[in-house]
């Protein structure tokens, strides 16, 4: 089964670290792209960013450029996405999404929700 | 980036109803616009691809048309089931972007 299983719950305070993880299994990890989504309590979805996880090339959306991190390490088969200093407005549901040739986002993780509060 | 507006926001309307979204673009996006369908606590579930082209399982009373600035869904006859926020994407640019979502509820 194709599916992309994302890590749990984090409960974090303002100015922390934090990575999430997407895990891919039961498809070539390194022949899709993954995309990174964010769902604000009460919200639309936002793209934030994607990565080729054979080569580790990104793009991020304008919006989200410099405020987060995304990456993979293909030999286990996992994107992450990454703060340095999280602020309460990064409160969400954060979903990673599979992009293949001509679908932006045809499998997607369960979702991580994150909250940051002091 | 380009912006996707999507219309209404918010639709009421009753089982065996025919429902149409709209969706337009900023700047012409070709026929790179996915739909999706997203339930409370859920993530999203792809119902399109390419504006027309229906994604393996999805029932065939969904169906998207468009290219360029203008795209619809169109559920034939809407069904229990289809009770959700719909939203779409454009996938043309460097940068994708969502619209703002429809939720159809119960009439």
């Known amino acids: 089964e194709v599916q992309l299983v994302q890590s749990g719950a984090e409960v974090k305070k303002p100015g922390e670290s934090l990575r999430i993880s997407c895990k891919g299994s039961?498809?070539?990890?390194?022949?899709?792209?993954i995309s990174w989504v964010r769902q604000m309590p009460g919200k639309g979805l936002e793209w934030m960013g994607r990565?080729?996880?054979?080569?580790?090339?990104?793009n991020y959306s304008p919006s989200f450029q410099g405020h987060v991190t995304i990456s993979a390490d293909k030999s286990i088969s996992t994107a992450y996405l990454q703060w340095s200093s999280l602020k309460a407005s990064d409160t969400a549901m954060y979903y990673c999404?599979?992009?293949?040739?001509?679908?932006?986002?045809?499998?997607w993780g369960q979702g991580t929700m994150v909250t940051v509060s002091s | 980036d380009i912006q996707m507006t999507q219309s209404p926001s918010t639709l009421s309307a009753s089982v065996g109803d025919r429902v149409t979204i709209t969706c337009r673009a900023s700047?012409?996006?070709?026929?790179?616009l996915a739909w999706y369908q997203q339930k409370p606590g859920k993530a999203p579930k792809l119902l399109i691809y390419?504006?027309?082209s229906l994604e393996s399982g999805v029932p065939s009373r969904f169906s998207g048309s468009g290219s360029g600035t203008e795209f619809t869904l169109t559920i034939s006859s809407l069904q229990p089931d289809d009770f959700a926020t719909y939203y779409c994407?454009?996938?043309?640019?460097?940068?994708?972007?969502f619209g703002g979502g429809t939720k159809v509820e119960i009439k």
């Open positions: 390419k504006a027309s």
């Open positions: 700047q012409s996006i070709s026929s790179w």
């Open positions: 039961g498809y070539s990890f390194t022949s899709y792209w």
């Open positions: 994407q454009q996938y043309n640019s460097y940068s994708l972007t």
């Open positions: 990565i080729d996880p054979s080569d580790s090339y990104t």
């Open positions: 999404a599979r992009v293949s040739e001509v679908t932006p986002g045809d499998i």
